[in-house]
Nanobody
Framework: QVQLAESGGGLVQVGGSLRLSCAASGRALNNYHMAWFRRIPGKEREFVAAIAGSGGSRRYSDSVTGRFTISRDNAKNTVYLQMNSLKPEDTAVYFC????????????????WGTGTPVTVSS
């Protein structure tokens, strides 16, 4: 079992930055591909970014490419999402998730999920 806990969400103005963290416990994260998702109010959950277990490969949705950066520190069992140039449409609850198959890199087949951290971008 892997327990995931997101933190770092909050209220930020348009153009601002936030860094989300996803701390894992229970097992070493280096065996898992990790991803961030978000649920925008009134919409389905959507894929944001993914990073391979080794950290060597990353993938982003079109809507955040160039603004968000996913990274991981396996020694700290933590994954991060640096969010820059935030827009009102980035307002959502952000979730991290862990998966063991290559499908995780496209946001599918995730095994473990956190409970989410809310991000509000105000204009």
């Amino acid at each position: 079992q892997v327990q995931l806990a997101e933190s770092g969400g909050g209220l930020v103005q348009v153009g601002g930055s936030l860094r989300l963290s996803c701390a894992a416990s229970g097992r070493a994260l280096n065996n898992y591909h990790m991803a961030w998702f978000r649920r925008i109010p009134g919409k389905e959950r959507e894929f944001v970014a993914a990073i391979a277990g080794s950290g060597g490969s990353r993938r982003y949705s079109d809507s955040v490419t160039g603004r968000f950066t996913i990274s991981r520190d396996n020694a700290k069992n933590t994954v991060y999402l640096q969010m820059n140039s935030l827009k009102p449409e980035d307002t959502a609850v952000y979730f991290c998730a862990a998966g063991t198959t290559a499908l995780a890199m496209i946001g599918s087949g995730m095994t473990y999920w956190g409970t989410g951290t809310p991000v509000t971008v105000s204009s």
